[in-house]
């Protein structure tokens, strides 16, 4: 990957909407070599997808959480059925697997504690696995979808 790749991520990452012309204008290269770049880096996974990042509060998704998983045992079975469970769950709108204790970190987002609540006593509690769920509110969002340092 040299300096036109790392542009390329580096401008896609401002702004994903950009045309291949624009792209090309902002980094430097001719349109060909560019859409070259462009495709390369797609097919080596490098750029995963393009997507619109949306603002929860203006959606109603004022209320979010940090959960904290302890699994009662780390064996294989029970991890994969956690994590499989976890997938039908769209509020949980991402979760991380951790070294030492607790085992996952979950950022949970739902429209009020009422939502939260229900979330937590119906689904959360329920998944295959767990021992121990600790939560803890969201104040304020400081760093949120930050591009990568290229």
Same mark, same amino acid.
């Given at each position: 990957?040299?300096?036109?790749?790392?542009?390329?991520?580096?401008e896609l %990452?401002?702004?994903?909407?950009?045309?291949?012309?624009?792209? /090309?204008?902002?980094?430097?290269?001719?349109?060909? !070599?560019?859409?070259?770049?462009?495709?390369?880096?797609?097919?080596?996974? /490098?750029?995963?997808?393009?997507? /619109? %990042?949306?603002?929860p509060v *203006?959606?109603?998704?004022?209320?979010?959480?940090?959960?904290?998983?302890?699994?009662?045992?780390?064996? %294989?079975?029970?991890? &994969?059925?956690f994590e /499989?469970?976890?997938?039908?769950? !769209?509020?949980?709108?991402?979760?991380?697997?951790?070294?030492?204790?607790?085992?996952?970190?979950?950022? &949970? *987002?739902?429209?009020?504690?009422?939502?939260? %609540?229900?979330?937590?006593?119906?689904?959360?509690?329920? @998944?295959?696995? *767990?021992?121990?769920?600790?939560?803890?509110?969201?104040?304020?969002? *400081?760093?949120?979808?930050?591009? @990568?340092? @290229?």
């Open positions: 990957m040299d300096r036109f790749d790392k542009k390329i991520l580096f %990452q401002l702004d994903g909407r950009l045309t291949v012309t624009e792209l /090309a204008e902002r980094i430097g290269l001719s349109l060909s !070599p560019c859409h070259r770049r462009l495709k390369a880096l797609e097919q080596a996974g /490098a750029i995963r997808d393009y997507r /619109a %990042q949306l603002d *203006v959606l109603g998704l004022n209320f979010s959480a940090l959960l904290f998983v302890t699994m009662r045992d780390g064996n %294989q079975g029970s991890l &994969v059925k /499989a469970a976890l997938i039908d769950i !769209p509020q949980v709108i991402e979760a991380k697997r951790l070294f030492g204790d607790p085992d996952y970190m979950l950022n &949970v *987002v739902v429209k009020d504690l009422e939502a939260f %609540q229900k979330l937590y006593d119906d689904q959360l509690s329920a @998944l295959p696995g *767990v021992q121990r769920l600790t939560s803890t509110l969201v104040m304020k969002s *400081v760093i949120q979808n930050r591009e @990568l340092p @290229l």
